[in-house]
């Protein structure tokens, strides 16, 4: 089983839709979660950190569900700028972390 | 506040030429990071560093050379590059979370090197 594993998509949504993407990571030991977001040929970029109650940033809902070792991102709303690969990453262990390759989402008119 | 910052951000080297890619945080963050990303796949670790005059190895450390003499800076070596080294570049930091562990990471721009 793959470390941090994702669904590559692309993920084709029109404005307005809400899209859900999820993660699931093989090592139960991790502590630390958070989605990235990537734009085309840029760094990646935090966009929040997940906490085992779940948090909300805005139109952004993370949930952690440590018994089954995935996390959720909901995007409620969708706009255009959301276009990008989002990135789940987890503690690989006590100094690093492990990125997921990415779920593309594309958001159109 | 600049965060991470990595120079050059284009080169083109040539087989078997050797460069250094510099990367800077002005975070005091201790953990830094490089990392290459080939078009279309994910982020692959290459060094490490928990502090100054510690380095690790990644997934992918064959072909390069890291030293951390300071807090601030964490340069990665190419040597006798190869065309498989064509890739992005990113260097990254992060602090640490109340019992030491790794927090956030915080990338700079990115190197595009390619290698003819």
């Known amino acids: 089983r793959k470390e941090v594993e994702q669904d590559p998509g692309p993920f084709n949504v029109p404005e307005g839709a809400t899209v859900a993407f999820n993660c699931t990571y093989s090592?139960?030991?991790?502590?630390?979660f958070f989605w990235y977001r990537q734009d085309c040929r840029k760094e990646p970029k935090l966009l929040m950190s997940?906490?085992?109650s779940g948090n909300e940033d805005g139109r952004f809902t993370a949930q952690l569900n440590r018994a089954s070792q995935y996390i959720s991102l909901l995007i409620r709303d969708s706009k255009l700028s959301d276009s990008a690969t989002y990135l789940c990453?987890?503690?690989?262990?006590?100094?690093?972390?492990?990125f997921g390759k990415g779920t593309m989402l594309l958001v159109s008119p | 506040n600049a965060g991470v910052t990595q120079t050059p951000k284009f080169r083109i080297l040539k087989i078997g030429q050797s460069m250094t890619l510099q990367c800077t945080q002005d975070?005091?963050?201790?953990?830094m990071y490089w990392y290459r990303q080939d078009p279309g796949m994910g982020l692959k670790l290459i060094y490490y560093?928990?502090?100054?005059?510690?380095?690790d190895k990644g997934e992918v450390p064959n072909g390069y050379n890291v030293s951390r003499s300071t807090t601030e800076d964490f340069p990665l070596r190419l040597e006798l590059a190869a065309p498989s080294q064509t890739s992005v570049y990113f260097c990254?930091?992060?602090?640490?979370?109340?019992?030491?562990?790794?927090?956030?990471?915080?990338f700079g721009p990115g190197t595009r090197l390619t290698v003819l």
């Open positions: 990254a930091s992060s602090g640490a979370g109340l019992a030491g562990e790794i927090d956030t990471q915080y």
């Open positions: 090592n139960s030991a991790s502590q630390s």
């Open positions: 997940v906490y085992s």
């Open positions: 990453v987890v503690n690989g262990g006590y100094s690093t972390l492990t």
């Open positions: 975070m005091n963050h201790n953990y």
């Open positions: 560093s928990v502090g100054a005059g510690i380095t």
